[in-house]
């Protein structure tokens, strides 16, 4: 491993002004960098790590009933808390999906936001690729693509972001706040992630040196619980990220949607809402042909990157899924299978 | 192996074998006291890191040596130019148990991952970071990759020394004269073992005198594969391989990375530890090669088969031979007038694939058992009345009869045991509450049951207690506990009164731990030892006039629980303690061979078999599948440890899931290289994928085999459940998905 420095800052602004070095990167619980570090694909100057800084490891209700979830929130940790799963079960559900129980007792909220993708071709050094090595090329283009994105990709870049937190939780309207050396400021998760277009290499809208602090869901999100599902289709029953994945949060009024969040995982190199979709759906009585005009309207845009363009349809049927999951009723308990298609789905509503 | 648990918690009744004992093993493995080859750190030792080729084919053109030199810790950098001189060349192929290495001996590349340099350090990060250092660059040429592309040839042979080509009966004839008939492409992918435990090797040289720690299938092997190229002395090489964190054939042979650790200690003279990174598995150790197999079928209005032809091309690496035997199982396992099998290779630039648990048998029985599956279906038959319809009697292509075959009790108790009658015929039947489409398959399990040759020692101490000693492996399987049954049976003494050593090449040469023969290798070299050690025992007493036993000749001894006992009078003996006291000796030693009887081999055909039945449910619009239940039922002779013999079982059944809906290496079809070269992508059933599994142990004695009637059961479990669970799904979907693993796509309607 190369030699690099090793910081331990005590407070949020002793880190942001470390990291404010040139090829500095934070340190959480190092699930993936570590990874990427020990593969030559990532090699920070200076880490900093984030251990020690207090304030950020804490879950806390806020005035509008929304909830402020710091950035070092362990996944497993914000899964099982109650009050949490209560009032986001989607969340809950994408989280339990999420990795392998090992990994989720250590990864944290930060880190989820800003893990990278998992194209193969950006983990392998000797492989073209234009996020790892601006201007190279890209090498998944005409490569084992199967996964790849078929939403908002380019021709630089057609990898997609592995998330299944962000999924709802960018359904929902969550808002990333970030630390830097100008102060704080706060960013829609929406807005936080970006489209390769012609600069792959930049994921996000931080700035060199910010961090996120913490991630804040609305108030006015938890009234989604009583019809919120994430939905994940993959190889294998764990330990494995999304073919396609599809988060649906309404709101029913007098039998009809009142309003739809909806978000799609695995097709785009960031989780994807689906304004369109949610459009569709409003006013709508749930079933069958609403949900479908939905998924249609959802994937209108899409396009195969490479020898994947089953995903489209894939992706149509999952959020169908989701939606008609959701629209039965949030159950009680989450699955013991959390957003399998495998789990049993006559869950029973005690929600809304 | 003094740390080794005893088994005081276990009630005997007479004889160890048979006894369902836990793991010896299993303390020292939960606490984390198992010594495992990477685990030892002797005085001085180096950390040795391997730099592997990027390009699959090509040659080496320039390597930053003095920037890995000149990193801190960095202490050697063993590249062509500086490799210690070895006595053989690494490419020479004395028989076809050799393999070729690569061992720096030129500038060559002939496959992604190959290694190309060795960056010795004071510390692993350091030879780590030296090895990035390197830095290397190549004159690169395009790679072949796929089964379509280069030369198609026949090999002379497949598998080891098996024939490329098998010819019974006339299969024209046969499929002319059929009232249906089907043909299939069956498609299997690359596969690589992923051990748990990586290839490692702890090395240190004194002199010409070398001390190994290593994980291996095969001490013997080893040795003098290592004396061979290093051109020293068999009885200057000491290995130790007491635990194996799983082999599965990768470490059937020493690979060359292993090679490279001792030539690293031998540059610098100094111990050196060489662990490969996860993705440095996926090239020099080995793999199952991909295979794509046509099959074409026939079967009368009865819905006996007229014709079986199994056609399988496969691959090999450009500069060695191993050919996946994938026709091997439609010899032995359908009766049909007519059986043909064929082979046929290209050769692409990859490590040489090598034997991987059920070589051959594993990928020719998933299709095999797919094309079964579409017959009967074109006959409008039920699978398994199908399967029983065409039951071989005697070995079809041989016409030898089984030595024991216990199939149609395995059919019968699995499918009890499942609940298979009833099932639909027509697919697509079944749902469950939630919808899910439910579907049943079977498959047949068929494994050889093979012998190797292999040597043991036993000796009864002057206390009465025994010791048992011979070079085996235990690589997860349980040799540790069996063998340590058998041991004391053969000596007829509790287990606990028995030393069992074991896992050193010092120890006599037990053969290889693979083929599923370990136990009957080295149980019968085991069984031979102890007995011959009880007969000089009993010699000893019937001789001496003060002895009980003394003139018992005829009527003959019985060796029980530390006493010899006249068998015409149980109530006249004494203890073995007493015996040596008397002839004032501090021990009495006996020497065993074990080997297959060639006068039955030459008889009899030998087979384990096995049924096994799954269920699978599947999503009908995204197309995820999950195996919900496997009920296998094997029948594999005797039984040393029900407990051992049912894990090993389980163990197959989750390989042959895998290789239906999980397991593949992603080839980049430009680079050569593997992409999904680690845990998380190169996706293997979790246990969440397996939520009902049974095994059932079948009864069957086999007097041929060998005295004690051991079949082995190591990869009989991979065969048949494969097959069952595509079978399963399409059962379930109506779709009929001939590569694999199965996507989702391909069960969604959505496959291009």
Known sequence: MNRFDYIRPATVAEAVAAAAVPGSAYLAAGTNLLDLMKGGVMRPARLVDLARVPGLDAIEALPDGGLRIGARVRNADLAYDPGFARRFPAVAEALLSGASAQLRNAATVGGNLLQRTRCAYFYDPASACNKREPGAGCDAREGENRLHAVLGWSEQCIATHPSDFCVPLVALGAVVEIEGQAGRREVPLEEFHRLPGTTPERESVLAPGELVVAVRLPGEAAGFAGHARYVKLRERTSYAFAVVSAAACLRLEDGAIAEARLALGGVAAKPWRVPAAEAVLQGARPGAEAFRQAAEAALAEAQPSGENGFKIELARRILVRALTLAAAGTPERLPALPASPLASHSGVSLHG | ?752
């Open chain 2, 1 to 752: 192996m003094a740390e080794l648990a005893g088994s005081a918690t276990h009630l005997r009744h007479g004889s160890s074998i048979g006894q369902p004992l836990t793991r010896r093993d299993g303390l020292l493995k939960v606490t984390g006291q198992a010594r495992y080859a990477a685990d030892n750190h002797p005085p001085g030792m180096l950390h040795a890191a391997l730099a592997v080729s990027s390009i699959a084919r090509g040659r080496v053109t320039g390597l930053d040596v003095e920037a890995a030199r000149a990193h801190p810790g960095v202490v050697a950098v063993m590249t062509p130019a500086n490799r210690p001189a070895l006595a053989l060349h690494p490419d020479d192929k004395a028989s076809p148990f050799v393999f070729r290495m690569d061992l720096l001996q030129d500038d060559m590349v002939r496959y992604a991952g190959q290694p190309i340099a060795v960056v010795i350090g004071e510390t692993l990060e350091a030879a780590t970071e030296g090895a990035a250092l390197l830095a290397p660059r190549y004159a690169a040429e395009p790679a072949r990759t796929g089964l379509d592309e280069g030369e198609v040839f026949i090999p002379p042979m497949v598998g080891i020394g098996a024939p490329s080509e098998v010819r019974h009966g006339d299969v024209e004839a046969g499929l002319a004269a059929a009232a249906a008939r089907i043909e299939a492409v069956y498609e299997t992918p690359a596969q690589y073992h992923n051990a748990m435990e990586p290839h490692a090797i702890v090395a240190a040289w004194e002199g010409d005198r070398l001390s190994i720690d290593t994980p291996s299938q095969g001490l013997t092997w080893a040795r003098d594969r290592i004396a061979g190229l290093f051109g020293i002395a068999v009885e200057d090489i000491e290995i130790r391989s007491p635990f194996l964190g799983g082999g599965f054939g990768s470490k059937g042979l020493i690979a060359g990375p292993q090679v490279l650790g001792i030539l690293a200690a031998r540059l610098v003279g100094r111990p050196v530890k060489l662990v490969l990174r996860r993705e440095q598995m996926y090239g020099p150790v080995g793999h199952r090669a991909p295979t794509r197999q046509t099959l074409r079928l026939g079967a009368d209005a009865a819905g006996g088969l007229t014709a079986i032809q199994h056609h399988v091309r496969t691959a090999s690496s450009s500069f060695d031979d191993f050919f996946e035997p994938a026709g091997g199982v439609t010899h032995t396992l359908y009766a049909s007038p007519a059986i043909v099998t064929t082979s046929d290779a290209v050769r692409l630039d990859t490590g040489t694939p090598m034997f991987m648990r059920a070589p051959g048998e594993a990928s020719g029985s998933i299709a095999l058992e797919g094309a079964i599956d579409e017959m009967a279906a074109a006959c409008g038959m039920d699978p398994l009345e199908f399967r029983l319809r065409n039951y071989a009697e005697v070995e079809p292509t041989t016409g030898k009869p089984f030595s024991s075959k216990a199939l149609r009790e395995c059919y019968a108790q699995g499918a009890a045991r499942f609940g298979w009658a009833g099932r639909p015929l027509a697919p697509r039947q079944m749902r469950d509450a939630d919808g899910l489409l439910v579907g049943w398959g079977v498959g047949t399990a068929t494994f050889p049951a093979l012998m190797f040759q292999g040597q043991a020692r036993a000796v009864l101490r002057a206390d009465g207690s025994g010791v048992v000693e011979i070079g085996a492996q235990d690589m997860g399987q349980g040799a540790w506990t069996a063998l340590a049954q058998i041991a004391a049976d053969s000596l007829g003494l509790g287990i606990d009164q028995v030393e069992f050593r074991a896992g050193h090449s010092g120890l006599p040469d037990a053969g290889i731990a693979g083929g599923s023969a370990h136990t009957a290798t080295a149980g019968m070299a085991i069984h031979g030892a102890g007995a011959d050690a009880i007969a000089r025992l009993a010699e000893l007493a019937m001789a001496d006039g003060r002895s009980p036993l003394f003139g018992a000749g005829n009527a003959g001894v019985v060796a029980r629980e530390g006493r010899l006992l006249r068998r015409d009078d149980e109530s006249r003996g004494e203890t073995y303690a007493e015996i040596l006291a008397r002839a004032g000796l501090g021990e009495i030693e006996g020497r065993g061979t074990g080997a297959m009887d060639p006068a039955a081999q030459e008889h009899y055909a030998m087979h384990a078999h096995g049924a096994v039945f799954a269920e699978v449910k599947v999503d009908p619009e995204l197309g995820q599948i999950r195996a919900t239940r496997l009920v296998g039922a094997f029948a594999a002779g005797r039984i040393i440890n029900p407990r051992m013999v049912q894990s090993q079982y389980y163990g197959g059944m989750i390989w042959g899931v895998s290789f239906a809906l999980h397991e593949a290496a992603v080839v980049d079809p430009r680079s050569g290289r593997v992409m999904n070269a680690n845990l998380g992508e190169y996706h293997v059933p979790v246990n969440a994928d397996l939520p009902s599994l049974e095994a059932i142990l079948v009864e069957e004695v086999d007097p041929h085999v060998n005295a004690l009637g051991i079949k082995g059961v190591g990869e009989i479990g991979v065969t048949g459940s494969a097959g069952a669970v595509a079978n399963a799904v399409w059962h379930a979907t109506g779709v009929r998905v001939r590569r694999f693993p199965i996507a989702v796509e391909a069960v969604a309607g959505l496959a291009g």
